[in-house]
């Protein structure tokens, strides 16, 4: 988990991390192998998946369906050396992930922009599942959306945890954080003041390292 204050940087250094934004400096490792990430598509092909904190601008395209907003990051699966898709398969995946996370919606070719707050943060989560990420960065996963889909996305967070995908998870909501996360990591101004394992989790030394004064 990433906690801070608004403004504090969590979100950039997620960004740096999918190869949205340009690093300035420090290096990523995977699995103790060091790689350069300069892109989006260099995340993905390392096996990295981003839910971004702005739905509305950078999570869904409105206009089109459910459908093709769950395989957009995974059309490459779809797709044969001529560039065509084979409907079936993509059609059987999107059916069996909207069972799985239980997206409410009547057909998958219906305009995602008709789905509520929280159905379209599952399709979001979907698409990034079909990619099989061994990492997934999470911003803000819960922002803007009913209690039951909150729910739902905080069981299917322990449920990727528990099958051995890293979890990176960035909320304002600091009993979210303290709630979800094995390890915290605290960002003040850029930079990482304090890092907590679960049995250190103290909300009072978290904030004061929230706002540099943790020693």
Not at 18 to 45: H, L, N, Q, W
Not at 100 to 106: F, G, H, R, T
């Amino acid at each position: 988990g990433f906690a801070g204050l608004m403004g504090a940087g969590r979100s950039e250094i997620a960004s740096a991390l999918f190869g949205i934004d340009p690093y300035d400096e420090g290096e990523i490792f995977i699995r103790g192998k060091k790689v350069r990430i300069r892109s989006c598509t260099d995340a993905i092909m390392n096996g990295i998946g981003m839910v971004t904190e702005d739905r509305l601008r950078r999570g869904v395209i409105h206009k089109l369906s459910v459908k093709f907003n769950i395989t957009i990051a995974n059309l490459r699966r779809y797709t044969d050396r001529l560039g065509f898709v084979h409907g079936k398969a993509e059609a059987e995946d999107v059916e069996t992930k909207i069972r799985q996370i239980n997206i409410k919606v009547s057909n998958p070719k219906q305009a995602i922009a008709t789905l509520s707050g929280g159905n379209q943060q599952k399709c979001i989560i979907a698409k990034w599942l079909l990619t099989d990420p061994d990492i997934l960065i999470l911003d803000e996963p819960t922002r803007g959306i009913d209690v039951g889909s909150k729910a739902e996305i905080h069981r299917m967070i322990s449920q990727l945890a528990q099958s051995g995908k890293a979890i990176i998870m960035i909320s304002s909501e600091l009993p979210e954080v303290m709630g979800m996360s094995d390890r915290m990591m605290v960002v003040c101004r850029g930079r990482i003041t304090a890092e907590f394992s679960r049995q250190e989790f103290d909300s009072e030394r978290i904030m004061r390292s929230a706002f540099g004064l943790e020693n």
